[in-house]
Every structure is written in C-alpha cells, then in structure tokens.
C-alpha cells in the first residue's frame, strides 16, 4: 500500500503564494494533485510520472500551479503562484501504481488527507 501525507495549505490573499507537501511510503508511479469545492468534485489540477519526470498541468491552472518532486525524498510539490479566491478549494495529492491521466481521480488508489487553501 501507499501512503500519503500532506502539508502545507492554509490562508492567503489574492496574488500570493503556497506551497503543498505530499510525502510518500510506497512504490508509485503517478502522482498528481486535486482539489474539491462544494460545487465541484475533484478537479485534476497537475500529474508526474515519477521516473522520468513527465508533467502535465490542467489548462485551468497552467502558468500558476507547478508540479515537482524531490525523488530522493518521495515528497511532490505543488507550487501555487498568483493565487485567486476561486482557488479556495480542499487540495489532495494522490498516487497511483499505474501511469494515469491527470484528469482522471478514479484512477488514483491512494489519496492524502487533504489541506484546506482559502484565498480571500
């Protein structure tokens, strides 16, 4: 099994920044990073293939929202620049053991806890 453990997340004014955690037990081959409102049930924002690096932004937060990983670590990183009130959400990182699309929440087992990001 995988397991996932945020950090991070937390309050901001528009046009700042966070910065997400995701530190990981366990073999994965994809990671990537949702997040979920009241009105929208888990958006995929951002994927990695963990062994060669490969990314893939959601067009709704590309040039704003930067995917990492530190490999030696196992930790993935979401970099959250520009930030705008519609950006309040509860963001997860999540894994899978397969390559899977960044789009695709149900093809992720494995899921963190969740971090709460309000921009006022």
């Known amino acids: 099994d995988v397991q996932l453990v945020e950090s991070g997340g937390g309050s901001v004014q528009a046009g700042g920044s966070l910065r997400h955690s995701c530190a990981a037990s366990?073999?994965?081959?994809?990671m990537a990073w949702f997040r979920r409102t009241d009105e929208q049930e888990r958006e995929g924002l951002a994927a990695?293939?963990?062994?060669?690096?490969?990314?893939y932004t959601a067009d709704s937060v590309k040039g704003r929202f930067t995917i990492s990983q530190d490999s030696t670590k196992n930790i993935l990183y979401l970099q959250m620049d520009s930030l705008k009130p519609e950006d309040t959400a509860m963001y997860y990182c999540?894994?899978?053991?397969?390559?899977?699309?960044?789009?695709?929440?149900?093809?992720?087992?494995?899921w963190g806890q969740g971090t709460q990001v309000t921009v006022s």
């Open positions: 999540a894994s899978s053991q397969a390559l899977a699309a960044c789009d695709n929440p149900l093809a992720y087992p494995y």
């Open positions: 366990g073999y994965t081959y994809t």
């Open positions: 990695i293939v963990i062994r060669d690096g490969r990314t």
